[in-house]
């Protein structure tokens, strides 16, 4: 069955488009049409997708909520494009913001429109944290991804990503992050022993940038004693704390923010992704109120103020975080999927291992070309899942927050029988 009317050949992908894309040679269909948990192809094949958009469609694929309010404000003439001008669309966002996530969890955060994407919230929060400390020097975890371009780069972790920048990446120092030594070194041991230490040729840092959770390093988990103990250095110190929320925020582990579960307020928080609700293109830095010292103009985007991403995130706000039921019910999926993986994990001790947090979960391959097959296998039979860590060993899930419980089931048999095809060869 054809789902669709094509005019373009099969080979267009190949001859036009840059060699740089990666998912479609993972997934090598054209897709079409998709639906809450479900992807449909134009041949009709349907895949259920527990990738949701590398964590931006955390409301599913066109949210029916969400589409009849972007539809009722496209075809009434209202205003799409407004740079950082004021318009009806910006103040309710932001006024249900306020309303519906900071006041209720005592946060008094500015909020600044600093582009479409993850990585121009991070160049913003880098931006700011040196102009106000007058430091250069950010800090940066080991297996951290913060973005692509060269500021949000020089923080990230991965030596293939960091090499496509072609110049060297500097004013920036990676530290282990939590767990990093197997609990054989102190936490901080390294961090505060370099920032003490006259010799170490440290310069005192403006910034650290964390992820709670590390989704492209591999689904890394910080504990939450480390996260806190993590903030109390940095207040101490007098460095400013800016958490990546890019990913793993708008409820993907649970609470709206990541790092609620520390009980720590960060200086700086970045979010996009899932924050435009509907995957339109939207991002957020949150500032501590007193840190807002930028000039007029000082940081800009053309496409900053992205009207209908505005309507989209309000709408999302409203109807999944008015009371705790998507937080609950993303909590016991979640544990529904690490359930399913502990006990696919205890038949293989020597070659699996789990970790994750909510609806972040992943499945650790000791022989990392497993955890590619794996996702391969499951592709050719109905389901989306991605690799992360930094040799892609393992299978990390990023399921939409409303699946429902029926199509969780379905995925991990799909995934689970995949798993054991591959590591019984």
């Not at 998507?326 to 544990?335: C, S």
Request: aromatic share 8%; glycine share 10%; net charge negative.
């Amino acid at each position: 069955m054809t789902t669709a009317t094509t005019t373009f050949p099969d080979t267009i992908f190949d001859t036009r488009e840059s060699q740089v894309r990666s998912y479609s040679r993972a997934w090598p269909t054209v897709f079409d049409t998709a639906e809450g948990s479900w992807i449909t192809d134009r041949d009709g094949n349907r895949y259920l997708d527990f990738f949701a958009g590398a964590g931006a469609l955390n409301y599913g694929h066109n949210n029916p909520v969400l589409r009849e309010a972007l539809v009722d404000y496209l075809t009434s003439g209202r205003i799409t494009h407004s740079l950082d001008m004021s318009t009806v669309a910006k103040g309710e966002l932001l006024e249900t913001f306020t309303e519906r996530i900071l006041r209720p969890r005592g946060l008094d955060y500015r909020v600044q429109f600093p582009g479409p994407t993850g990585t121009n919230a991070v160049e913003a929060a880098l931006k700011l944290a040196r102009k106000v400390t007058g430091r250069e020097s950010i800090i940066n975890f080991t297996n951290a991804f913060h973005g692509m371009t060269l500021g949000s780069l020089s923080v990230t972790g991965n030596s293939m990503k960091r090499a496509g920048a072609g110049i060297p990446l500097v004013h920036a120092t990676p530290m282990p992050f939590d767990n990093y030594f197997g609990g054989v070194a102190p936490d901080f041991q390294w961090f505060e022993r370099v920032l003490d230490d006259s010799g170490s040729g440290l310069n005192r840092p403006a910034a650290v940038i964390v992820e709670t959770v590390q989704g492209e390093g591999g689904v890394n988990v910080a504990r939450p004693e480390w996260l806190r103990a993590l903030a109390d250095l940095c207040r101490r110190r007098e460095i400013l704390l800016i958490v990546d929320d890019v990913q793993m925020g708008c409820g993907r582990t649970g609470p709206f923010f990541s790092f609620e579960v520390a009980g720590i307020v960060p200086d700086i928080v970045t979010l996009s992704k899932s924050i435009g609700g509907y995957g339109l293109p939207l991002a957020l830095t949150l500032l501590r109120p007193e840190l807002d010292v930028w000039g007029p103009g000082e940081h800009n985007g053309t496409f900053r103020g992205n009207n209908p991403a505005f309507v989209t995130a309000k709408v999302a706000l409203d109807h999944y975080w008015s009371d705790d039921s998507l937080e609950r019910a993303t909590l016991a999926k979640g544990e529904r999927i690490a359930t399913r993986f502990r006990s696919l994990a205890a038949e293989f001790p020597e070659q699996l291992a789990t970790r994750g947090r909510g609806l972040v979960q992943g499945l650790a391959f000791t022989d990392s070309e497993q955890a590619s097959k794996v996702c391969g296998t499951a592709y050719r039979n109905g389901l989306l899942a991605e690799t992360s860590g930094p040799d892609d060993e393992v299978v990390k899930l990023l399921p939409p927050l409303t699946i429902s419980e029926s199509e969780i089931d379905l995925g991990l048999d799909i995934l689970e029988a995949a798993t054991r095809t591959e590591v019984a060869r």
